[in-house]
């Protein structure tokens, strides 16, 4: 029988929020928390999204705080699948996902965290990052040729460059906590193993062909170099406002589950009230109800 929750409680595991001493190799990525079967975790999975879609109406109906949904992983784990079964019964008005890809030319002439600033969910709104600001202490890290094409001044890119964009990104998500916009990253941990078999299956499949591409084999070869930029990131960044969640990837009927429920979490945290009903409120309600009964 499954768990007959999967709550807080259970996400801690997976949960960092001090990153001091942290270690990827401490998180299994087949890992599943007691739950046996891909069944079980779809109706945990169906509880979750009914809950969040509830808080979801909340944050909207507030209108004082927003979440930041940052999705982070190595090619084929899942997260562009976790957004559609996760977010599949909540209100699409709001949230809004951005999908970071290689930056533009218009976006390499102002500083690196330019385009993330624009892309900042509003209040009320739930905002998924689909890869993040934290591209650049991760792909720019595992190929630093990168950074020439960012034009920065002579000397800004030195060998401490990296860790003093972990101190910014630290900082930056410290200033969306005070100002209400509350962060949660998610790193969903995929093993090399799976990765494989997964990039095996969009070859040998057809109509799977057209999600492979040739240069994630290439970025496959640096699977080390990857593992040891999302460790330091990690480590870093971590913090009781902005927690990692480092997420079993291998099954990813668990990973959805773990994602919904860390989302759920979040936003309980934030203890969100509807608006209250004042005096001159429940004044506008009852005249309203008095014009629409007299109607004909």
């Not at 299994?28 to 879609?53: F, N, S």
């Not at 100002?179 to 969903?188: H, P, S, W």
Request: hydrophobic share 40%.
């Amino acid at each position: 029988m499954p768990k007959a929750l999967f709550d807080s409680r259970d996400l801690a595991r997976y949960r960092v929020e001090d990153g001091r001493g942290f270690r990827l190799a401490d998180h299994d990525p087949g890992d599943t928390h007691e739950i046996l079967t891909k069944e079980d975790a779809v109706d945990l999975l169906q509880a979750g999204i009914r809950d969040l879609a509830a808080l979801q109406e909340r944050l909207a109906a507030q209108d004082r705080w927003s979440l930041l949904v940052v999705l982070q992983a190595m090619d084929a784990a899942g997260k562009d699948g976790t957004i559609e079964h996760v977010m599949s019964g909540v209100n699409p008005a709001g949230v809004h996902v951005t999908s970071f890809k290689a930056p533009s030319q218009e976006e390499l002439d102002h500083d690196w965290m330019w385009r993330h600033w624009k892309a900042l969910p509003e209040r009320g709104r739930i905002g998924i990052f689909n890869r993040s600001h934290y591209e650049e202490v991760l792909v720019v890290r595992v190929h630093q040729e990168l950074l020439a094409a960012q034009k920065l001044p002579a000397g800004l890119a030195g060998k401490q460059v990296f860790q003093e964009r972990l101190r910014d990104i630290a900082a930056f998500e410290d200033y969306l906590a005070r100002n209400g916009t509350r962060t949660v990253k998610f790193f969903l941990n995929l093993s090399r193993a799976e990765q494989k078999k997964r990039f095996l299956a969009r070859i040998d499949e057809p109509d799977k062909n057209w999600k492979f591409d040739c240069g994630d084999v290439r970025e496959r070869r640096h699977w080390d170099a990857y593992h040891e930029a999302y460790e330091d990131a990690i480590r870093r960044t971590a913090a009781p406002h902005a927690p990692w969640y480092v997420v079993p990837a291998d099954k990813k009927w668990f990973t959805r589950l773990v994602v919904a429920r860390a989302l759920v979490d979040a936003l309980e945290r934030l203890d969100l009230d509807l608006p209250p009903l004042t005096p001159e409120r429940l004044a506008e309600l009852a005249a309203a109800r008095v014009e629409l009964e007299s109607e004909r």
